[in-house]
């Protein structure tokens, strides 16, 4: 395909600093849970935005943080891929950050030999003397990256920096079809949405503790019918997750199930259940079977 530009613009940061607001902006689809909780991102995902002649193969990614488990090394991990294939880097960071909270990956960026594009995220809390401090700031700490203040909340300089992606990304016949959205199959994002719920509805340690597998998935022409399964590490957690007389596992269904109609467009029944899967986020095996360990 002549004068056509594909590649992959891998967005990397801290916790809860907009990478998956910004991807979701871009992709004009929600395939990234958002919530005010850190670490909401496990998995790497890809969001395809497809043109007449370009293909942008977007990456969200973990947030970066030191680990303290099996499965924060493993989210670790995608984040290190997110450098080895990246045409282009998207460093995002918010207004008041000072560093990725990683040395290492932040001594990576400094290094780049690839476009790094530097997003100075949520501008539109901060004041224009703010804004020009912390401008200052990045270009002393990274003289070669490029910074573009952005919201990605509010849709600001949005369209920009993708219009700057496109500059920079080489010419390429697509990676994937052209009608493709994602590289995640239907399941994942089942098994995402009802994680998002449990983030929302739920404090403390439950929403790191669980894990979501979708047991079935079966699509007609006019429902799909799911059935889920929500593991957690002790018999505590499972009585919290269900709540009194089941009432908080319901809410959970309800809202997953609002969703899910929406992404898919089509009317959804969804069973859920709880079990208990003692230590899942230190036992390789099972980190391997949930698609950590690769």
Do not use: C
């Not at 960026?109 to 100075?120: A, G, R």
């Not at 809390?125 to 401008?135: D, G, K, T, Y």
């Not at 799909?224 to 499972?238: F, N």
């Not at 809202?255 to 899910?260: C, I, N, P, V």
Request: aromatic residues 10%; glycine residues 4%.
């Amino acid at each position: 395909m002549k004068n056509h530009k594909a590649g992959f613009v891998n967005i990397i940061g801290n916790p809860n600093v907009g990478k998956s607001t910004l991807m979701n902006a871009f992709v004009g689809e929600k395939l990234s849970i958002i919530t005010s909780k850190a670490q909401t991102t496990r998995h790497r995902i890809l969001g395809i935005v497809n043109g007449d002649d370009f293909q942008v193969i977007l990456s969200d990614t973990p947030g970066i943080i030191k680990p303290a488990y099996d499965l924060q090394s493993s989210m670790m991990d995608f984040v290190k891929s997110a450098f080895e294939d990246a045409d282009v880097l998207l460093y995002m960071v918010e207004i008041g950050e000072k560093a990725l909270k990683d040395e290492r990956f932040f001594d990576k960026i400094k290094n780049s030999k690839i476009p790094v594009l530097l997003l100075l995220n949520k501008v539109d809390r901060a004041s224009q003397e703010l804004l020009e401090e912390q401008v200052q700031y990045w270009q002393k700490q990274l003289p070669s990256v490029e910074i573009h203040p952005v919201s990605a909340l509010q849709n600001f300089n949005v369209q920009g920096v993708f219009e700057r992606i496109l500059e920079l990304l080489p010419e390429s016949p697509p990676y994937y079809p052209k009608d493709q959205l994602t590289d995640k199959p239907e399941r994942f994002f089942v098994n995402e949405t009802i994680r998002e719920k449990i983030l929302l509805y739920y404090k403390k340690e439950i929403p790191y503790a669980v894990e979501v597998e979708t047991e079935e998935f079966l699509e007609d022409e006019e429902i799909i019918r799911i059935r889920s399964i929500i593991m957690v590490e002790r018999e505590t957690q499972k009585g919290i997750i269900i709540g009194h007389k089941g009432s908080a596992l319901k809410k959970v269904g309800v809202e997953a199930r609002k969703d899910l109609e929406k992404f898919f467009d089509k009317q959804v029944h969804i069973e859920i259940f709880v079990k208990v899967n003692k230590n899942w986020r230190n036992d390789s095996r099972q980190l391997k079977r949930f698609g950590y360990n690769n």
